[in-house]
């Protein structure tokens, strides 16, 4: 073989390689489809935020009087909140719709609570926000708690859910924050303190402020949890009632509802754990550990189950068990090899998981055992806990665990007892560490499979009919980024928590070919097909938010969430881009969105934007007003054109649905008085290809189409059971909206009629089962550009034009991507091949007959999809072992006799 031009040769090879590398991933082709040039960047440097800290919201306690449940909630599932090293909190819903409790795609994320910059979250709790009010049994919504965390310094931070913001702080007043805990009743927090004192906060009629502080000790508060509620005595029902001087029935029903808290326990760093009376404050029994050549043992974690047990963790890698009437160790268990961080309860309290450095979750078991051989064959069967299983699902340091359904530490007589043929559903532990990756494991007690609920349970993940901790399969969700693709500039953008990166992927002519984007060091051919051209970082209150860059690479805008930066780019004579900021877009933004109230300066930051497609136009949805801004760039100065206030609107919500009709904010007309209505997140917005129609959507699944040629509000949409995860248009049909739910459904609209069509309302019982069951949830969805027609099709030999020819769309998750033809019944004719006019979606490659959907799944995870043009796709993913790579060795420790 000649040697004489070897970059043709790898040219040529890599050529071929494109041509095939379609079919070969398992993408069905159709006939028509041709060869395409796929570039696979993987030289983004995004890197997600470590987990911290995972919570759920607690289930109110039970009625003291017998009040039968409102309704059933075993097909409920609570919201996940998930705490990063960064700073920021996501909050995630379960994609099952209403009355399912299976989803494929399990908790995904809602909505995510940018942190103050800098900052971290090491602690997360989740309270009822009025628990005396709160109905039991019932499933709490987000609208229904209160969210606090704190992040290492002496402040506790309370959020503002539906804002995305903080809505108060508190100090401490005894130095920096090392543990947060909620009494059963959410109407205290309790707080472990640098000082070495436990502090209370009252939480009631939705207030924070400093109830008691307990006595100091000369040790750091490293851990705390609270004691089993015990409802309040008769005589102390009774003197409250007396000295309030009330003698009503209502009042008395509402004090026989009080539950009373007795005592807490809390784990030093002085080698011991406390009990204290909360009544007094003071510590009542002191619980010794183990300790090693003298030096202090950490107690990281503490629980305590109903019946009083104590469970406790320490940087020994030891689990005990105490008893807490008599403060003595009942077992103790070297579980692990490092500190244990971490410890959840399952939610019949016969289970309790550990977890910590060594990446090693460990299961605890309570089981019975026989009576003594020396006692009477009439003496009760006694119990124990034993360590019954263990498994690794994480590569570093896990730091939080947390079971859902959470655990409640009331007697058994105030249990609720299921039906007899009630579905069981198995609980699912959720952990998370330095590894970036949440992990959802079904952990149903080995003992339960052999019970008579063992027909009745159901595993909710779908991953597998194993529901056993030992045995079932876990499943991760994928992490995100925040990426923008500029079609025409060939220009890609990653936003990180302060910053923004873009790279410029450069056009190869001359043959297709793929562009792994390796390091240059490494592969000489692959030295020019990229480059980074910008790299900016900001001075921002809150971690970056939303970014958006125009297809034309003129405009990039920023933001966190108070402040929207818009710039403009150019590139100068070393082909770098330069940015310049437009100084008078925020007084431009303050003179149209209105301030809350007059302690609140102006918000201009912004939830989402989106460019029209001929980046004449930047189409903005602020954070704390929810207005949609329609802002010209075409002149010198950007000018706003006209704000939308429908998404203020909660007055045409009913039961979770849309009222639709005329009404003060629907009539498209401006409205500056927002205040008194509670903050609504715009979530996604798209402008059709044709620039004609915008529609955006918020987290009350509420879907609002606006004309952008006349700027007017349009029509509402009718309403979705689940906040739509991706909005695009049809680029050949740019009326057809596809909205995208996080369970994979999808739903069709057409937006110049309000309404479904006909063709499209049986739509989601012809999509194959494999897409609906994907693991992943569709990011994103992608249409491959027409190309010009060719000479045949311009002199009219094939009669289906480009205009009529049906849409292939690539759909993609973090962990797969498949190709899907949509069909619009009767748009197009003249096939040379029949098929059923009413099918209306089939697989790419489907004649007729039905065939299984193949779905490709090695490129992973996937965190951006889009077409530079016919032919030339670009794919951005970032592999977890390349971030992994980045962190700092895992735990390893070595066996005797091993290598």
């Known amino acids: 073989m000649s040697r004489a031009n070897p970059r043709q040769s790898s040219r040529s090879i890599k050529a071929k390689a494109a041509t095939s590398l379609w079919t070969r991933s398992g993408v069905q082709t159709c006939a028509m489809s041709r060869p395409i040039a796929v570039h696979r960047c993987r030289f983004v440097d995004y890197s997600p935020s470590p987990i911290t800290a995972i919570a759920f919201p607690p289930l109110p306690l039970p009625s003291l009087k017998g009040k039968k449940p409102e309704r059933d909630s075993k097909d409920k599932f609570g919201t996940l909140g998930v705490g990063h090293a960064n700073g920021n909190i996501d909050l995630l819903e379960w994609t099952g719709e209403e009355g399912e409790i299976q989803a494929s795609q399990a908790w995904q994320v809602r909505k995510t609570l940018p942190g103050p910059c800098p900052s971290k979250v090491d602690s997360l709790v989740f309270t009822l926000r009025y628990p005396d009010i709160f109905p039991s049994d019932i499933v709490p919504s987000s609208s229904d708690l209160r969210l ?85 005595p008769p005589k102390q029902q009774t003197a409250k009632k007396t000295n309030t001087g009330s003698d009503s029935d209502d009042d008395s029903d509402d004090d026989e509802d009080e539950w009373m808290d007795t005592w807490l326990v809390t784990g030093g760093s002085d080698s011991s754990l406390r009990k204290w009376d909360v009544a007094t404050g003071r510590s009542t029994d002191r619980m010794g550990t183990d300790k090693i050549k003298g030096e202090r043992t950490l107690v990281w974690t503490v629980g305590v189950l109903a019946d009083g047990t104590i469970v406790s963790g320490d940087s020994l890698g030891t689990v005990k068990f105490w008893d807490s009437m008599t403060c003595t160790q009942t077992c103790s268990f070297t579980a692990h090899g490092a500190d244990v961080l971490c410890l959840a309860i399952g939610p019949e309290g016969t289970s309790v998981f550990s977890s910590g450095v060594d990446q090693k979750i460990v299961q605890f078991s309570y089981v019975p055992t026989g009576p003594e051989p020396s006692s009477s064959a009439s003496s009760a069967t006694r119990a124990q806990w034993i360590q019954s299983g263990s498994r690794r699902v994480h590569s570093h340091d896990v730091r939080s665990l947390a079971v859902w359904p959470p655990y409640s530490p009331i007697p058994a007589s105030h249990k609720r007892k299921p039906s007899a043929n009630a579905t069981y559903i198995a609980p699912v532990l959720v952990s998370g560490g330095l590894d970036m990756s949440i992990a959802l494991t079904p952990a149903l007690p080995a003992s339960m499979t052999s019970s008579s609920i063992a027909p009745r349970i159901v595993n909710p993940l779908t991953t597998r009919v194993v529901t056993t901790f030992e045995d079932s399969y876990y499943r991760r969700i994928a992490y995100t980024a925040s990426m923008c693709i500029s079609r025409k500039a060939r220009l890609v953008a990653s936003m990180h928590e302060t910053g923004i990166n873009i ?74 881009l330069t940015a310049r900021r437009v100084r008078t877009f925020t007084s431009i933004l303050e003179t149209r969105i209105p301030a809350q109230n007059s302690q609140n300066p102006v918000s201009t930051g912004g939830s989402s934007f989106t460019f029209a497609p001929d980046s004449s136009k930047l189409i903005m949805a602020s954070t704390i007003t929810s207005l ?51 903050s609504i997140t715009v979530m996604k917005m798209v402008v059709s290809p044709d620039g004609q129609w915008l529609a955006t959507s918020d987290d009350l699944c509420r879907i609002f189409i606006f004309n952008l040629d006349s700027i007017q509000y349009h029509t509402t949409l009718p309403s979705l059971p689940l906040p739509p995860s991706v909005l695009v248009f049809v680029p050949n049909n740019p ?77 993609y998750g973090s962990s797969w991507l498949c190709k899907l033809e949509l069909d619009w019944g009767g748009n197009h004719t003249g096939r040379s091949r029949k098929r059923p006019r009413q099918t209306g979606l089939v697989t790419v490659g489907e004649m007729g007959s039905e065939r299984k959907l193949r779905m490709v799944t090695h490129y992973r995870p996937i965190l951006a999809l889009d077409f530079f043009g016919p032919g030339e796709l670009i794919l951005v993913e970032r592999p977890l072992v390349e971030v992994l790579s980045k ?9 005797y006799g091993q290598t």
């Not at 450069?506 to 240059?520: C, E, Q, R, T, Y």
């Not at 990039?556 to 590139?571: C, G, I, P, R």
């Open 148 to 232: 606090f965390s704190s992040g290492g310094g002496s402040e506790l931070v309370e959020w503002d859910i539906s804002r995305s913001c903080v809505r108060r702080t508190i100090s401490s007043q005894g130095g920096a924050i090392w543990s947060v805990a909620a009494n059963p009743a959410s109407t205290l927090l309790a707080l472990g303190c640098e000082d070495g004192a436990v502090r209370l906060l009252s939480l009631v009629a939705d207030t924070l402020q400093h109830h008691r502080r307990f006595d100091r000790i000369k040790s750091r508060i490293l851990s705390i949890a609270w004691g089993p509620p015990t409802p309040r």
């Open 735 to 811: 009326q057809i909206l596809l909205a995208v739910l996080p369970n994979n459904t999808i739903h069709l609209f057409h937006v110049e009629h309000g309404e479904v069509p006909s063709w499209g309302r049986e739509f989601n019982s012809r999509l194959p089962k494999q897409f609906l069951s994907a693991p992943d949830p569709v990011i994103g969805v992608a249409f491959e550009p027409i190309p010009p027609p060719s000479d045949n099709e311009m002199t009219g030999i094939v009669s289906h034009t480009p205009s009529t020819r049906p849409k292939e769309a690539i759909f």
């Open 628 to 678: 949609i801004l329609v802002i010209d760039l075409s002149s010198e100065v950007p000018t706003v054109l006209r704000s939308f206030n429908q998404h203020c609107n909660t007055g045409s919500i009913s039961s979770g649905r849309i009222v639709r009709g005329p009404n003060k904010l629907t009539t498209g007309e401006d409205e500056q008085s927002v205040g008194g209505i509670d």
């Open 503 to 576: 790279w410029r992927i450069l056009d190869i002519p001359g043959s297709s070919v793929i562009l792994d984007g390796v390091d240059a060091s490494t592969d000489p051919e692959m030295r020019t097909a990229w480059e980074k051209v910008l790299e900016m970082d900001f001075n921002v209150r809150t971690n970056l938010i939303a970014s958006a860059l125009s297809d034309d690479g003129r405009w990039l805008v920023v933001s966190d969430m108070y402040e929207a930066k818009l710039f403009e780019l150019s590139s100068n004579p070393a082909g770098n």
């Open 887 to 895: 962190l700092p060795p895992a735990f390893f420790k070595p066996k």
